[in-house]
């Protein structure tokens, strides 16, 4: 199958700020536990630990996502949203709640939370894109109804930075 386009592509280019993970690494095969077990991949749905910094001073709040563009869907897959992180916050840890204040969108699996990797069989390699948003607002006008399109719409609008690890898995 060939894949879709890298979707950061096309948005307007912002700086990039530093992202790292104890869990996930640029490039590099997804762990069981980020993998889902709600879809039968064999994994635990845990969300990996993420840490930011260097992101522009004009920061007021993140947001966090994990898109997948592989997906043999004509809009690819939210596997994870979450907005209105307070910027004090500069780490989440692996499996950890977003903090007091935020909101975790359902995906599209139906979940309000992380939902780990599971491309369909032989359908090939599948990336996914874990993105810390940094955000020119306290609070982004999204709430729990809220899609992840209609998070990223918001974020086409006051991202000011964006830090992406990108990983891959393959059932």
């Known amino acids: 199958m060939p894949q879709a386009p890298n979707p950061y592509d096309f948005l307007p280019p912002v700086p990039s700020f530093s992202l790292r993970s ?19 991949a064999g994994g635990e749905d845990v969300s ?23 997906a043999p869907t004509a809009s690819g897959f939210w596997h994870w949203a979450v907005a209105n ?27 309000a939370q992380y939902l780990g990797a599971a491309p369909p069989s032989g359908h090939g390699q599948h990336r996914y894109f874990f993105v810390v948003h940094a955000v020119d607002v306290e ?19 006051h991202s000011l930075g964006r830090a992406t690890i990108m990983a891959v898995y393959e059932a």
């Open 139 to 157: 609070k982004l006008d999204v709430d729990e109804s809220a899609t992840p399109a209609f998070l990223g719409f918001n974020l086409f609008m």
């Open 22 to 40: 104890n869990d996930i690494a640029d490039g590099e095969t997804l762990a069981k536990p980020q993998l889902s077990g709600i879809f039968g």
């Open 85 to 111: 992180i307070p910027v004090s916050v500069t780490e989440i840890a692996t499996g950890g709640e977003p903090p007091e204040g935020s909101v975790t969108l359902k995906g599209d699996g139906g979940v």
């Open 48 to 70: 990996p630990h993420l840490a930011w910094a260097d992101f522009p001073a004009e920061t007021k709040s993140f947001a966090i996502t994990c898109f997948d563009p592989d």
